[in-house]
């Protein structure tokens, strides 16, 4: 089997060099404005965001706690999406993947969406297990995401544009005093887990940037896969 054409983006935010969920959003839409006018590759966005609130689609005015003024005080930006899916957390501490090419080079299928978010749940699934064991489990309908017995651990929202697969994931690495701010994720009272206990030491560290070698393998095995 041929390996997998895409071009690789790994992104962490410092002070030093931003990376915003803005930005992010803008380097997806090129990528979609490549695809359409030209035989381009896809792309997959790996990235540790500024902290930010995203917001869905649907109205989702509930899920914040705080108003946006007061999140903005704390460094949380709030910023509206074309994806499915209700308000979410993004930002230190979390990786958030965005796989993004044409669904049937993705899936092998033009209507494939729900091989899409499957695939995307079951790599953070596969992610989760390998740091936290056989309780990390996929779960469907209001709480649709990768959960481990104590929380929420991974989330999903996606948009198709002329084809594309937008958006994607988000797996918790570990917790910040950001973390979650302000915001009850996807509506739900419920905990958040992370796969980390903290990243205060060396070792916690090194683990959170291997994070992503173990995502790639998984978007490997799941996409652009001769079926």
């Known amino acids: 089997m041929a390996s997998p054409q895409y071009d690789l983006l790994i992104r962490r935010h410092t002070a030093a060099t931003p990376w915003t969920y803005r930005l992010l959003d803008q380097a997806q839409r090129h990528r979609l404005e490549l695809l359409q006018s030209s035989k381009a590759l896809g ?10 609130i995203t917001v869905g689609r649907r109205e989702c005015s509930q899920d914040l ?3 946006e003024a007061a999140l903005l005080a704390q460094a949380v930006e709030l910023y509206p999406t074309d994806r499915r899916g209700r308000a979410t957390y993004h930002g230190p501490g979390q990786w958030v ?12 299928d033009r209507r494939g969406v ?3 978010v499957e695939g995307l749940l079951e790599l953070a699934c596969e992610v989760g297990r390998s740091y936290l064991g056989s309780g990390v489990e996929i779960r469907a309908g209001d709480q649709t995401g990768v959960w481990t017995p104590r929380g929420k651990l991974a989330s999903v929202g996606v948009q198709i544009d002329r084809g594309v697969l937008l958006h994607g994931l988000a797996i918790n690495g ?3 005093a950001q973390s979650f701010l302000g915001i ?3 509506g739900l009272d419920a905990e958040v887990d ?10 916690a560290s090194r683990e959170f940037e291997a994070i992503p070698s173990k995502i790639i393998r998984g978007i490997e095995s799941r996409f652009w896969v001769s079926r």
């Open 43 to 52: 792309a997959v966005f790996l990235s540790e965001l500024a902290p930010v």
């Open 174 to 176: 570990f917790k910040t």
């Open 97 to 108: 993947v965005f796989v993004v090419d044409h669904l049937e080079r993705l899936t092998g």
């Open 184 to 186: 009850k994720p996807c």
């Open 65 to 67: 706690i705080l108003p």
């Open 114 to 116: 729900r091989k899409a």
């Open 194 to 203: 992370f796969l980390l206990d903290s990243a205060r030491n060396e070792q």
